[in-house]
C-alpha cells in the first residue's frame, strides 16, 4: 500500500511537469530531448536541454500557467556551439511594456540614446521619428543620410522627412541601384547631418537596427487573441530591440 502511495505521488508529480509551447523563434535552437528544432507549435520540458546553433538564436515560449517567457543564451556566443543548457539557464520572463511613445529627438544625446544603446526593432515599412527643426533644421539643402557597409562597400542614402519627422524607407535604406539587399549582411550603419552651404557632414551615432519581418510580426500577432498589441509590444522588445507603441501600430495599419 505505501509503495502504490509513493507511485501515484510520482506519477503525479510527473503529470504535473511544466512543459512550455513555442511560439516565435529566430535562429536556430536545437532540443537535444525531443531531437527536434524549436519551431512554432513545438513544446519542450522544462527538463529540456538545449544547444544555439546561430548566433542571437533565441525563442519565445508560453505556459498555460506561467505566462510567456524568452529563450536565449546568457553568455556571449562562443565557439562553444556544441554546448549543451539546461532550459532553467536559458529561459526568463518577457519584459513588461517599455516606452510606450516614440519621443522625440532634441540633441546628438537623443539619437544615441535612441539608436545607440542596444538594438531599436525596426517594424512596419517605414521608421519615423520626430525631431526638432531648431536643432536640426530639414530641407533639401539640410539633412539627414545614413552610411553602411555592404560586402566591402561604402552606401550612402538620404533620409526623407516630413515636416518635423525624420523617415526612414525600408524599400529604399535597403536597396542599392535598384536591387534589394539582405538588411543581416548590411554593417555599420552610421547617421550623419548634411549641410550643402559649406558641404559639411556632421557624425550624430551609430544605429543599430534590427528588421522584424513583416511575416514575423503577424505570426505574433496571430498568437493572441485578446490584449494582443501588448503581448507583441513585449515579445518585440525582449526578442529583437526597442519598440514604442506608436511605432508597432503604424506597422499593424499596414496590414
Not at 513545438?42 to 527538463?47: A, Q, R, T
Amino acid at each position: 500500500m505505501r509503495y502504490l502511495s509513493i507511485m501515484l505521488i510520482l506519477l503525479c508529480l510527473h503529470v504535473q511537469s511544466q512543459s512550455y509551447t513555442v511560439i516565435h523563434t529566430i535562429g536556430k535552437i536545437y532540443d537535444s530531448e525531443s531531437g527536434r528544432y524549436l519551431t512554432k507549435g513545438l513544446k519542450i520540458s522544462e527538463d529540456a536541454s538545449l544547444k544555439f546553433e546561430t548566433k542571437g538564436a533565441r525563442a519565445a515560449v508560453l505556459s498555460s500557467s506561467r505566462g510567456r517567457f524568452i529563450i536565449q543564451e546568457n553568455s556571449d556566443y562562443s565557439s562553444q556551439s556544441d554546448a549543451l543548457y539546461a532550459l532553467s539557464t536559458v529561459i526568463s520572463p518577457v519584459r513588461g511594456r517599455l516606452s510606450t511613445r516614440a519621443g522625440s529627438i532634441n540633441n546628438a544625446l537623443d539619437f544615441r540614446k535612441l539608436f545607440d544603446e542596444g538594438p531599436v526593432a525596426w517594424v512596419g515599412n517605414t521608421y519615423s521619428v520626430r525631431v526638432s527643426q531648431t536643432s536640426y533644421p530639414m530641407s533639401e539643402s539640410q539633412f539627414f543620410y545614413a552610411q553602411y557597409q555592404y560586402q566591402n562597400e561604402t552606401i550612402n542614402k538620404k533620409l526623407n522627412s516630413d515636416e518635423e519627422k525624420l523617415i526612414i524607407d525600408t524599400n529604399s535604406f535597403y536597396s542599392i541601384d535598384g536591387v534589394e539587399v539582405d538588411p543581416s549582411l548590411v554593417k555599420d550603419v552610421k547617421l550623419y547631418f548634411y549641410k550643402a552651404e559649406d558641404q559639411s557632414s556632421t557624425f550624430i551615432t551609430n544605429m543599430n537596427l534590427v528588421i522584424v519581418s513583416s511575416e514575423a510580426l503577424k505570426s505574433l500577432l496571430d498568437q493572441f487573441s485578446d490584449g494582443k498589441e501588448t503581448a507583441v509590444l513585449e515579445l518585440i522588445n525582449s526578442m529583437y530591440g526597442k519598440c514604442s507603441e506608436e511605432h508597432l501600430k503604424a506597422a499593424i495599419s499596414e496590414f
